[in-house]
């Protein structure tokens, strides 16, 4: 039990090593600044709300509102960049999960890990498609996939 909670540790300093070397390339990839930037089209989406009735795609700005909290550029880059986090720490876990009931060596998880996450388009385009609201439902698809991978062995039962 103890080799496996210090394996699992390796696995994710080795993944947040990855993430931050992606989010390092593709923070330079446009400037010399090395800021985390968001596009102006990006960043109009989540100043709208219903104030003047129904708007499409006005819900982060609603919840924004709601909230109490201004839709300034800050604010939106640093919701996008938790969000990054979320997804990344989600699908990491999902991975984990998966090498490992293949039985493979914690090596070959994190080589392999590594690879898959360094892929462009993967976790760089994650990156490059930063404030986009598709990543709320990419959230919400790999908790639904952590879910059943929990509950699976309760809910199936093969003959024997």
């Given amino acids: 039990m103890n080799t496996l909670i210090k394996s699992n540790k390796e696995y994710i300093l080795y993944s947040l090593l990855t993430l931050i070397v992606i989010v ?3 923070s330079n990839l446009y400037s010399f600044d090395f800021k985390i930037i968001l596009h102006d089209y990006l960043y109009s989406q989540w100043v709208f709300s219903y104030d003047y009735g129904f708007v499409r795609r006005a819900l982060p700005g609603e919840i924004f509102s709601l909230i109490g909290v201004d839709p300034t550029y800050r604010h939106v880059r640093l919701v996008s960049i938790v969000f990054l986090f979320i997804l990344f720490y989600l699908f990491a876990r999902i991975t984990y999960i998966f090498f490992n009931k293949l039985k493979f060596n914690n090596k070959y998880i994190i080589i392999f890990s590594l690879c898959f996450f360094s892929l462009s388009f993967l976790t ?6 930063l404030s986009r609201f598709d990543h709320i439902g990419q959230i919400i698809l790999l908790i639904s996939v952590l879910l059943i991978l929990k509950n699976i062995k309760k809910s199936i039962r093969l003959p024997s």
């Fill in 124 to 129: 760089s385009q994650w990156v490059r498609e």
């Fill in 24 to 26: 390092f390339i593709h």
